[in-house]
Structure formats: structure tokens, C-alpha cells
């Protein structure tokens, strides 16, 4: 199967599109609804912080519209794009009772962003550029799309969470053997939802013409032996609560060693050719 057709099976109808939604619903009772919780709610607090309502803000593969709902619900002015139609009626039925001048959703490739160069203040990508067979020209596609004084957050799950957190990994690593969750990063292949290497991204995001100027990381756990987890859903839950408290006491909260998901801020690089574009 292409890898394209790869992806619109993944979020298609069939293969249960709603539990994107249904992740959001609700206080967090498993660790995976927590941390795209988290991941949620730092990407509003890093609209809130850096932007006004006035800004012109896409909300790049937006799944069931967890984000662009909450950006509407508050005023701003933002638009959103995914790349399966199934997920995206999802999010027609999440933002249909906000009062919206134009309808913000709209069916896209992010390999083929449709829209003018320059044309927004700020993008914001979460969990997406795992999901894109070519994630230098998506990127490239970010930077042509961002005005010169805008910004990107960007987010993947990270290569290293299942090595630290999952101490058998490392013993599988020593005797070759494959672990599912990361293969891809070393087979070379496309494996839609991969878990990705953070200094191979930022490798591709400063080809683009883009500069990391924050790092940040999110969901410390769980740990787990033979794929099982170890404590509770809460027990985790709290312990990453506990381990994120820790890391600010220390002014280590740029820390993403062992993160399950890596976010970056980034900003046009000044020298870049892109910036003209």
C-alpha cells in the first residue's frame, strides 16, 4: 500500500477515527490521554503568550479539532487542515456550536500546504510530521507558509522514550532485535506514526530555514516491562506530574531525555533564503 494511502487508512472511519476525538474528552484516565492533554494545552498557552486575537494562526493536521476549537472558542482567528476527510467530520462536529464568520476546517496534504506564502503569524503541527512520507518538504512547506517574524510549534513522539522507559529494549538493542516502536529510524523506511529521532528533526527544520528557540518535553513514563506497564494509570499519571515538578525546581523543563512527546518553538532563521519566499 503507498504510504499516502497508509495514512487515510490509519484515520480513516473504519479504523475508529472518533477515539482521536474521544482522547480529549473528559479528565485524563490513561497516561496516552494525558500527555496529549498536556500537549494540547501547551500549544494554547503558547498561542495565549505570543499572539494576540488579531494574529492569523493554522492549526496544521488538527485530527478532530481539539485545538482549533479552543483557539475559536477564544476569539482567535485560525483556520485548520488535515489530511483525512473522516477525522476532520469529527471536527466539524466539535467547533459546530462556535459561532465562526467562514467554516476554519479544510481537507490538505501538509507536503502541499494551499495556502500563500507568508501568509500566517503562527503554525502549529502536533503529532503529525510522523504520519508524512516526506517530512523535508512538509517542513520546508511550514517555513514558505510562516511570515518573517512568525512561529512554528511543532511535536513528535520521541525515539527514546521506549529505550529509557522500558528497560528490556536495551537488552533487545544489544542482541539486535527489532523494537516495533522505533524500527523505522534505523531500516530507513516510512512507518506512519514512528517514533523519531529529536536531533534528526532538528536537522531537517534548520534545512528549512527554521531555528529551534525553545525545546520542551512531555510524558515521563510509563514505565513498562515486555510491553506492560508497571503502576497504574494514575500512579503514572502522578508521577509524571511529580518528575515535571522536579525538572522546573531545577530549571531543567528544556530537558527531553526519555519525553514521550518533544515539542519545538521555532522561529524563521534571519539568513534564510526561505524568508523571502
Known amino acids: 500500500?503507498?504510504?499516502?494511502?497508509?495514512?487515510?487508512?490509519?484515520?480513516?472511519?473504519?479504523?475508529?477515527?472518533?477515539?482521536?476525538?474521544?482522547?480529549?474528552?473528559?479528565?485524563?484516565s490513561t497516561f496516552e490521554q494525558h500527555?496529549?492533554?498536556t500537549r494540547r494545552n501547551y500549544a494554547?498557552?503558547?498561542?495565549?503568550?505570543?499572539?494576540?486575537?488579531?494574529?492569523?494562526?493554522?492549526?496544521?493536521?488538527?485530527?478532530?479539532?481539539?485545538?482549533?476549537?479552543?483557539?475559536?472558542?477564544?476569539?482567535?482567528?485560525?483556520?485548520?487542515?488535515?489530511y483525512s476527510a473522516?477525522?476532520?467530520?469529527?471536527?466539524?462536529?466539535?467547533?459546530?456550536?462556535?459561532?465562526?464568520?467562514?467554516?476554519p476546517l479544510a481537507q490538505s496534504d501538509c507536503q502541499f500546504i494551499p495556502f500563500a506564502s507568508q501568509a500566517f503569524d503562527a503554525?502549529?503541527?502536533?503529532?503529525?510530521?510522523?504520519?508524512?512520507?516526506?517530512r523535508s518538504k512538509a517542513l520546508g512547506e511550514m517555513?514558505?507558509?510562516l511570515a518573517p517574524d512568525g512561529q512554528l510549534l511543532i511535536t513528535f513522539r520521541n525515539y527514546y522514550n521506549p529505550v529509557v522507559f522500558e528497560p528490556l529494549n536495551w537488552l533487545k538493542g544489544l542482541f539486535g532485535k527489532v523494537i516495533p516502536s522505533i524500527h523505522a529510524e534505523h531500516t530507513g523506511e516510512?512507518?506512519?506514526?514512528?517514533?523519531?529521532?529529536?536531533?534528526?528533526?532538528?536537522?531537517?527544520?534548520?534545512?528549512?530555514?527554521l531555528e529551534v528557540v525553545e525545546q520542551y518535553g512531555i510524558g515521563r513514563g510509563p514505565l513498562k516491562v515486555a510491553g506492560r506497564t508497571v503502576?497504574?494509570?494514575?500512579?503514572?499519571?502522578?508521577?509524571?506530574a511529580f518528575f515535571q515538578r522536579c525538572l522546573r525546581w531545577f530549571g531543567l523543563s528544556s530537558c527531553i531525555l526519555g519525553a514521550d512527546v518533544v515539542l519545538y518553538r521555532c522561529k524563521k532563521q534571519l539568513n534564510s533564503s526561505r524568508n523571502g519566499n
Open 86 to 103: 473522516d477525522i476532520l467530520a469529527n471536527a466539524v462536529k466539535r467547533i459546530e456550536s462556535i459561532p465562526c464568520d467562514r467554516t
Open 1 to 28: 500500500m503507498a504510504s499516502s494511502e497508509q495514512v487515510k487508512e490509519m484515520f480513516s472511519a473504519s479504523r475508529g477515527a472518533s477515539q482521536w476525538d474521544d482522547m480529549y474528552k473528559g479528565k485524563p
Open 44 to 82: 494554547l498557552d503558547f498561542v495565549a503568550n505570543n499572539f494576540d486575537r488579531q494574529s492569523s494562526i493554522l492549526d496544521l493536521g488538527c485530527g478532530a479539532g481539539p485545538f482549533v476549537s479552543e483557539l475559536l472558542r477564544h476569539g482567535y482567528q485560525c483556520v485548520a487542515t488535515d
Open 123 to 134: 503554525v502549529v503541527c502536533l503529532g503529525v510530521i510522523s504520519y508524512v512520507p516526506d
Open 231 to 240: 503502576f497504574p494509570e494514575k500512579v503514572s499519571i502522578a508521577l509524571d
Open 35 to 37: 500527555i496529549f492533554t
Open 143 to 145: 517555513s514558505r507558509i
Open 190 to 209: 516510512f512507518v506512519p506514526g514512528a517514533f523519531l529521532k529529536p536531533q534528526a528533526i532538528k536537522c531537517l527544520l534548520e534545512q528549512a530555514g
